[in-house]
């Protein structure tokens, strides 16, 4: 499902990645089937976290897909600046705590998104810190985010926060929930 991007993949097709077996002339349905087997794929992945991409190509101006989460995955937090992009989450299933930054690592705002209480989405503007925390087992997300994709320009990490694998990511987690109060 989850292909290696690098910059040899600019204009391929995803599917001849062997990523994505979507045709860009059917409907694409999101049911509970498709939901949970990209949920169990996260669960036994390495980094706790996959995307199951809509978009046929990395060219394609709306990067769309499923993103599912589980709570041992960190997302450093990091800005889309080069080209600017914006992204958007709306929660599917379960709750993940969405969270902006200011440049020196401050939260400026956050949301817990969980359907069941009425908060389901939200849009982060391009150039902005932010980093999203799952809470719950099977948490999916449905994610566009501007094209096109290229792994080199993507996203920048922020300075002031641990790396992805880093010893000290969760306690970076636990801080920021505490900050929060979740």
């Given at each position: 499902m989850r292909g290696i991007r690098d910059s040899k993949d600019k204009g391929k097709s995803i599917k001849d990645k062997g990523e994505s077996e979507v045709s860009p002339r059917i409907m694409i349905k999101i049911d509970r089937k498709m939901i949970e087997e990209t949920s169990r794929?996260?669960?036994?992945?390495?980094?706790?976290?996959?995307?199951r991409n809509f978009h046929v190509s990395y060219d394609d101006p709306i990067?769309?897909?499923l993103n599912a989460v589980e709570p041992e995955a960190y997302f450093p937090p990091h800005k889309h600046v080069d080209p600017p992009k914006r992204e958007v989450f709306v929660i599917l299933k379960g709750r993940v705590l969405m969270v902006e930054?200011?440049?020196?690592?401050?939260?400026t705002d956050h949301v817990l998104l969980e359907a069941a209480a009425g908060n389901f989405g939200v849009e982060i503007a391009?150039?902005?810190w932010h980093s999203l925390i799952p809470l719950e087992r099977g948490s999916v997300l449905y994610e566009l985010k501007d094209g096109p994709y290229s792994k080199e320009a993507d996203k920048v990490f922020a300075p002031w926060a641990p790396a992805e694998g880093a010893?000290?990511?969760g306690d970076f987690v636990r801080k920021v929930l505490a900050a929060v109060g979740v």
């Open positions: 794929m996260a669960a036994s992945s390495l980094r706790k976290r996959q995307n990067n769309r897909m930054f200011d440049d020196g690592g401050k939260i391009p150039g902005v010893a000290c990511a």
